[in-house]
């Protein structure tokens, strides 16, 4: 059967694993590696789809669970899916919402069928399966949806998860991708669906899993199960173990990471996707990326900085306000501050994506790589933003589930 996407491996890096490819999908073109800025409930935060174009996002991401539950599919249907919905003409990816079913705790209640729960948001009964998620994503229309699966958890109450039990949420998953496949094939939407490797930490069980998505005959291929928790050591090994290993001829998703060093680190392991709520939800909260390290815009030292955020970036914040006017913004809570800090960091975010594949294109990616770091280190005058991420504790231990609250 022939893939209703393409993806075209253009050039590999001679030093790493790193890789220039395109991906071809029903509403446009999509150059990789890349970042795709996530869009919960059809909106990417303090974003209208004029500044994504302008920020020169490619492709995003909507969630299957919050939009099946509000708006919910007849209202998306009557626009012909999401794309209409929201007035974005370019590409669309869907999780398959089951990280934020399984997220739901003591409220939902997992089979072999699939999961019984309730509605977070008026308590209705309400049932979601591998058939039921790729029949929503049908609807949505996404050229991308993936497959329903349980996503490890590195811990539960405190307790790391044992080999047996990575072992049977591994084997479930396997079975509902199974499902995912059949129906989103009888469906024919035209767009493509991609499978997902779990296994938690244990090296054995990703190969496993590895070894039987690759054979179940997805579109494309995603590591989940990773920044769920994990010491970022545990994070590294995984990555570094499975990502060689994935289908070289598939494109390679890393679900709900990163950092800007951990999309460097991903690339360079030969991950061609990434998401993650980071760029976004740190920008409310006034916490800047920038080529120089990160800016925290509440430091008393920007009250009267009367320079941009990053002197390199050529996005609508930095080249019309200063640190100062974003620090007064943060401190009054005023919206726009949420939109001028998020215009930056999706900029920032796409554009370093950029970068990584000119020097692709170039030969140079080992240099262009060293110097990223080199620059990062450096750190923002004065120097005083050396502090932990606002996303620290259990925001990024569920990195992925910036769907859950965002």
Not at 288 to 296: A, W
Request: glycine share 10%; charged share 25%; net charge negative.
């Amino acid at each position: 059967m022939t893939s209703p996407i393409q993806f075209e491996l253009i050039k590999r890096d001679t030093q790493s694993l790193a890789r220039l490819g395109r991906l071809d999908l029903p509403h446009g073109s999509v150059q990789t590696p890349i970042f795709m800025p996530v869009g919960t409930y059809g909106t990417v935060k303090a974003m209208t789809p004029r500044d994504l174009e302008e920020a020169k996002a490619q492709i995003i991401l909507g969630n299957t669970f919050h939009l099946w539950l509000r708006p919910g599919l007849d209202v998306i249907a009557k626009h012909g899916g999401l794309h209409r919905f929201m007035a974005w003409d370019k590409p669309i990816l869907t999780d398959s919402g089951g990280f934020q079913v399984f997220s739901l705790g003591a409220l939902r209640k997992i089979s072999e069928d699939g999961v019984t729960f309730a509605s977070p948001i008026n308590g209705d009964k309400l049932f979601m399966s591998p058939e039921v998620s790729m029949e929503i994503q049908a609807v949505l229309n996404s050229d991308i949806a993936m497959q329903f699966d349980e996503c490890t958890p590195y811990e539960t109450h405190g307790q790391a998860t044992t080999e047996k039990a990575a072992r049977q949420s591994l084997e479930l998953s396997l079975r509902w991708g199974a499902r995912s496949l059949k129906r989103f094939r009888e469906l024919e939407t035209g767009n493509g669906l991609f499978g997902i490797v779990q296994g938690g930490m244990f090296e054995s069980l990703r190969e496993a899993s590895l070894a039987e998505v690759s054979q179940q005959g997805f579109d494309g291929i995603a590591i989940g199960g990773l920044s769920v928790g994990e010491p970022k050591p545990e994070f590294e090994r995984i990555l570094a173990f499975t990502a060689p290993k994935l289908p070289e001829k598939a494109p390679h998703y890393l679900m709900g990471v990163g950092t800007p060093e951990d999309l460097m680190l991903g690339v360079s392991n030969g991950i061609d996707m990434f998401d993650c709520v980071m760029p976004t939800r740190n920008a409310r909260n006034g916490w800047l990326f920038t080529r120089f390290g990160d800016l925290k815009l509440r430091n008393s030292g920007y009250k009267d900085d009367d320079r941009p955020v990053d002197p390199t970036c050529s996005c609508y914040t930095c080249q019309r306000f200063t640190r100062s006017y974003l620090n007064h913004l943060q401190k009054a809570n005023e919206i726009l501050g949420a939109q001028l800090n998020t215009i930056h960091n999706l900029s920032y975010y796409i554009g370093l994506m950029t970068e990584i594949r000119e020097a692709l294109a170039k030969d140079r990616f080992s240099a262009y790589r060293e110097q990223f770091y080199s620059d990062r280190e450096r750190g923002v005058e004065p120097g005083q933003d050396k502090a932990s991420n606002p996303l620290s504790g259990l925001e990024l231990q569920l990195s992925r589930s910036f769907w859950l609250f965002n």
